[in-house]
């Protein structure tokens, strides 16, 4: 398959593509599960679906982490590239929007740590001027850490999935409620009632 993007810098939200198809029809009301599952087979407009489906969300995400429209959009297309060329070799994904949001945030920081656009602080620099704890005090907080840690993820592991993915998008990618609401195909009241119950829920599990 060959994949071409074609971008013009003029566009203020969405970069034009065009991904050839092979005719095949994709049902619009198909789940992430059947999706991701005809894309691993192989089905081209499965693929085109699922970019035309993210790349908005995707290209904002990057934007809030490098502001840089043409370091976004190339990471975007490296990672479409590798996806469908190491699709036999993919797991199975049950909410799409969640896994590519990880890969493109791992892509868009290694892209601009290689280009010189994040700085890294020494560790020298951030420890200056503050005592340095011991050895067996941070040991100490770290096992404590890893505990909460689990604790966290298991009470999140039992949140039904919207509760699940509102938690994802709003703690782990930090994005901003009105996107998140565009993300589950909802509106915005929605989605804060959603988190108001999900938070009350870890509150609860918790004894907050």
């Known amino acids: 398959m060959a994949l071409s993007f074609n971008r013009k810098p003029s ?54 982490q490098v502001r840089d429209r043409e370091l976004v959009g190339d990471a975007i297309q490296d990672l479409f590239v590798e996806l469908w060329e190491t699709r036999e070799r993919l797991g199975d994904v049950r909410i799409i929007t969640h896994y590519l949001l990880t890969c493109i945030s791992r892509k868009v920081v290694a892209r601009a740590i290689k280009a010189g656009k994040r700085s890294l602080v020494p560790v020298d620099e951030l420890l200056e001027g503050e005592p340095v704890p011991s050895l067996e005090h941070l040991l100490v907080e770290r096992q404590a850490f890893d505990q909460r840690r689990k604790e966290v993820r298991h009470a999140v592991s039992q949140l039904n999935t919207n509760q699940q993915e509102i938690i994802f998008l709003k703690f782990h990618c930090r994005i901003d409620y009105p996107e998140i609401a565009e993300i589950m195909d909802t509106d915005t009241k929605s989605v804060y009632n959603l988190m108001a119950r999900t938070m009350k829920r870890l509150r609860d599990h918790f004894g907050f």
């Not at 992430?32 to 995707?58: M, Q």
């Open 11 to 64: 566009t203020p939200d969405r970069e034009p593509h065009e991904i050839p198809g092979n005719g095949e029809s994709v049902v619009q009301n198909q789940t992430d599960t059947e999706l991701w599952r005809a894309f691993r087979e192989g089905s081209e407009s499965a693929f085109a679906s699922i970019y035309d489906r993210n790349f908005n969300i995707l290209f904002r995400f990057g934007l809030k």
